[in-house]
C-alpha cells in the first residue's frame, strides 16, 4: 500500500536530484516500507537512493528486497561498495543471498571479507537445505554460567550490536555447551546482585542443527518461543533461530504445498519475480505427466467401447462419475496433507483417520445416490439411472480412501505427502472411475 | 513427540496418586509440553494432574490445550475453579474461548468476572471475528511521554506482570494516544537520565482495531515486528497483536484457502478435534453442488451425441480433454490465489499476470500438442488425432484464462478467492472442454 502512495514523490526527487528529500526519505521511514517503495525502481536509480544514507542502514534496506532484486543488484555492485554491504548483513541473510549464487560468485565474494567471518559463512553454507542450520543466525547474545545479574546486563549491552535479539539470552559453559536460558523480562526485574545460574531456565528447548526447518517452525509456533537455540552434535550453541525466520519458513511451507498440491514444481521465489519460462518449466513437466496419464483413461475406455456402443448413455456420464470421485478424493487429500503439514497427526491417530474416512466416504456417497437419481431421470429412465448412482457412492468411497492412504504412505516413505497433488489423485481417480462404472454397468445391464 | 514419551510415566503417576511426582512433572516441564501430554487424558485425569500445580501454572497449561478441549474442560468445571482460572487468563485467549461458546454460557461466565474485567472483556468480544481487535491484547506496557530512561525502566518493573512483553513499549499521551515506540532493547542501552522522548521511533506502523487480521499478519511478517500497536479511530492505543498470534492467523489463513481451494467448507479446529458429521456437513455442501454442476456435462455431451454415435472414437479422449484444461487451470488459480494470499499481487501487477497466463497457457498447450500426437496414433489415425490434439490447446489456454481471471474477480469483488476452488473450475472446465472438443471434431470432421 504504502508503495503506490510514496513513488511518485521519490521519483520526483530523482529526477531533481533533490539530495536533502532523499536523505530524509532514507532516514525517516522504516527500511521495510524503503525496500518496498525502491523495489519499483531500477537498479541503478536504487542506487542513486542508497547513496544518500549510511552503511548501516543500506544493508537494512537492502535485507528488505526481494531476493531477486538483491541479486541483480549485488550483480552489479562494484567491489569496494560489495565488499561493505555483505561485510555488514547479517550471517543468515548473506546466506539466503550467497545460496542463490553459483559457485564462482561465491567464492569471489567470499574472498572480500575477513578470515572469521569467511569461515562463519562458509559453515552456514554448508547446513543442508531446509535444515535449521540453514536459517540460524550466528548473531546470538550468550553469558558465562556464574555471574551476577548486573555484570550479565554489563555484557548485555557489549552484545547488543553483533546480536540479533538480547531478549533470550542463552547460558554456556567455557565448552559452549548450552547450560540454561534467560529472558531480558527476568533479568529486568531480578536483582542486580543475583546469580544467573539461580534465576536461568535449565530445562531448555534446542533443536538441532540438521533438523528439518518446518519441524522446527512448527516448534516454535506451538510454544510461542521468540528464538531457539540451535546446537550441534556435542551439545554445543552455534545459532539461534528467531520469530521473523519462523513466519518464513511457515509461508514459505505453506506456499510450497499449494504449489504442490496443484501439481506445480515450488518455485524459489514468488510468482511475479520468477521468470516466466521457469513457471512454464515447473508446470509443464507436471501437466505433460498428468496428459500421458490421461491416456490410460483413454485406453480403459477403449477396453469398455463393445459396452457403450450398445448403450450410448453410457457415455454422458463418465465425466459426470470421474469429477465426483477425483472431487472427493482431492478433500480428503488437502485434509490429510495439511493436518500432517501442522504437524497434527501422529501414528496413532493415521489409523483413526483412515477410519472416518471410510465412514466419511460412506455418508457422502450415500447422499449423492439419492440426488444422483432424481436428477438422471432429465437423461435416462430409471433402471439406466441405477447404474450411475450405484457406481457414485463407489467412486466416492474409493476416492476418500486414495485420498486418506496415498498422502499418509508418501509421509512414512520420508517423502513429502504434498507430491500427491489432487491432479495426480484425480487422474488415479479417473481411471479407477471408469472401470468401476463400466463394471456396475455390466452387472446391471449384462453384456 | 513429547507427548508419547512422557504419556505412559504420567498414566502411572496418578495410578499410584504419585503428589510429589506430579508436582514436579507440573513445575519442571514448558507448559505447551505439559498441554501435549495431557490432551490424552480423560478430563477428569487431566484436573487430577492440574490440582498439583499453583493457579498461574495451571491457566498456562490450560491456555496450550487445544481450543476443543479447553471448552469441555471449562464447561465440565465448577463455578469456584472457573472464576479463578478466568481471572487470571490472558484477555485475548479468554475471547478465542468465550467466542466459541454460546450467549447463555458467556454470560454466566462473565459474572464471575470484576466489573473492570468484563468490560474489557466485553469490548474486545464486540469486535468482528477476523480484525485485529478480536486477536489482541489489553495487557501491553505503556509509558507517559516525557519520563527519563531510569524512570521508564523501573515503570516496566512494576507492569511486567500485566504484560504479554516488555521488549516493545508503546508511549501515550494523556489521551492515550499512540505517540512514539521505544524497545527495551534500546532502553537499556540508553543512558539512565536520558529522556524517552529523545529515543523513541516517533513513525510508529500502527493497525487500526477493524481492519483484517489477514492483512495485520502480512504487515508483520513483511517487517519482522516483535508486536504491533492497535489503535481505535481516535489514534487511541487498545491493544497489541504479538509475533505469536501472527503465526496463528497465518497458519488459520494458510489452512483455510488449503480447504476452500479443495471445496471443503473451513473448520474452526483441526480436522481430528472436528466431528465426523460436521466433517461430512463441511464436504457434503461443496460436493453436491460440484455433482448437480456435473449433470450440466452430462446434458453437453448428449446434444453432441449425433457426432459421437458417428464417430465413435471421440468418447475415449472426453476425460483426457477436460482433466487436461482442469490441471491447467488448478495450476493457475493456485498460483494466483496464493500470490493474493501473501499480499504480492498489487492492481499494476493483476494485468501483467493475465498477460503473463496467456503466454504460459501457449507455451504449455503448445507442447502437449506434439506429445499428444504422438501418444494418440496408438489408438486413432493421424488425421483423427488432429482432432485432439488441435482442441488441447485451446483448453490449456481457456484453463489458464479462467484460473487467473476467476480469483482476481473474486477478489475485486470483495470475496476469498480462495472460494474458487479448483474442483469448481475444473467443473467449469469440464464443460468448455467438452463443448471446444466437439466443435473442433466439426470443424474437422464434418457433420
Known amino acids: 500500500m504504502y508503495g503506490q502512495l510514496l513513488l511518485p514523490e521519490l521519483q520526483e526527487m530523482l529526477q531533481q536530484h533533490d539530495t536533502l528529500g532523499l536523505r530524509e526519505f532514507c532516514d525517516a521511514l522504516h527500511p521495510a516500507v524503503i525496500a518496498q517503495v525502491i523495489e519499483n525502481l531500477s537498479n541503478q536509480e536504487i542506487w542513486q537512493v542508497l547513496d544518500n544514507c549510511g552503511l548501516h542502514r543500506r544493508v537494512e534496506i537492502v535485507e528488505f528486497l526481494t531476493m531477486n532484486r538483491q541479486l541483480t543488484l549485488v550483480r552489479e555492485m562494484d567491489k569496494d561498495h560489495l565488499s561493505a554491504l555483505v561485510r555488514d548483513m547479517s550471517p543468515d541473510n548473506c546466506v539466503d543471498l550467497l545460496e542463490k549464487m553459483d559457485q564462482g560468485e561465491v567464492d569471489s565474494l567470499l574472498q572480500l571479507l575477513a578470515q572469521s567471518q569467511r569461515n562463519d559463512i562458509r559453515r552456514l553454507l554448508s547446513y543442508p537445505d531446509d535444515s535449521a542450520g540453514s536459517i540460524m543466525t550466528t548473531e546470538y547474545a550468550s553469558l558465562p554460567e556464574g555471574i551476577s545479574v548486573g555484570e550479565a546486563l554489563n555484557q548485555l549491552r557489549l552484545q547488543a550490536p553483533n546480536s540479533e535479539t538480547i531478549y533470550y539470552v542463552y547460558i554456556v559453559d567455557e565448552d559452549r555447551r548450552l547450560r540454561g536460558f534467560i529472558t531480558l523480562r527476568s533479568l529486568i526485574l ?258
Open 190 to 447: 531480578a536483582k542486580t546482585s543475583a546469580c544467573v545460574d539461580a534465576i536461568m531456565e535449565k530445562d531448555v528447548l534446542s533443536v538441532r542443527v540438521t533438523d528439518d526447518q518446518e519441524q522446527v517452525a512448527q516448534l516454535m509456533a506451538r510454544y510461542n518461543f521468540l528464538a531457539v537455540p540451535v546446537v550441534d552434535q556435542h551439545h554445543q550453541l552455534v545459532g539461534i533461530i528467531t520469530h521473523d525466520d519462523v513466519i518464513d519458513v511457515l509461508q514459505e511451507e505453506a506456499t510450497e504445498d499449494a504449489q504442490l498440491l496443484a501439481a506445480v514444481q515450488p518455485m524459489e521465489t514468488g510468482y511475479l519475480t520468477t521468470p516466466l519460462w521457469t513457471i512454464a518449466w515447473k508446470r509443464g513437466g507436471w501437466l505433460l505427466f498428468l496428459f500421458c496419464a490421461s491416456f490410460l483413461s483413454a485406453h480403459v475406455l477403449q477396453s469398455f467401447q463393445h459396452l457403450s456402443k450398445i448403450y450410448e448413455w453410457l457415455a454422458l456420464f463418465v465425466p459426470l462419475v470421474i469429477a465426483t470421485g477425483g472431487n472427493a478424493a482431492s478433500q480428503t487429500a488437502t485434509l490429510v496433507i495439511r493436518t500432517m503439514a501442522l504437524g497434527e497427526l501422529d501414528k496413532k491417530s493415521k489409523y483413526r483417520l483412515i477410519q472416518r474416512e471410510f465412514a466419511i466416504g460412506l455418508i457422502l456417497g450415500g447422499s449423492l445416490t439419492v440426488c444422483g437419481f432424481v436428477l438422471s431421470l432429465g437423461l435416462i429412465t430409471p433402471y439406466q439411472s441405477l447404474v450411475v448412482v450405484g457406481t457414485v457412492p463407489l467412486v466416492v468411497l474409493t476416492g476418500t480412501m486414495i485420498g486418506a492412504i496415498l498422502p499418509i504412505s508418501l509421509k512414512s516413505c520420508g517423502m513429502d505427502p504434498a507430491l500427491m497433488s489432487t491432479p495426480l489423485i484425480a487422474s488415479l481417480l479417473d481411471v479407477f472411475g471408469i472401470v468401476l462404472y463400466f463394471n456396475v454397468a455390466l452387472a446391471l445391464l449384462g453384456r
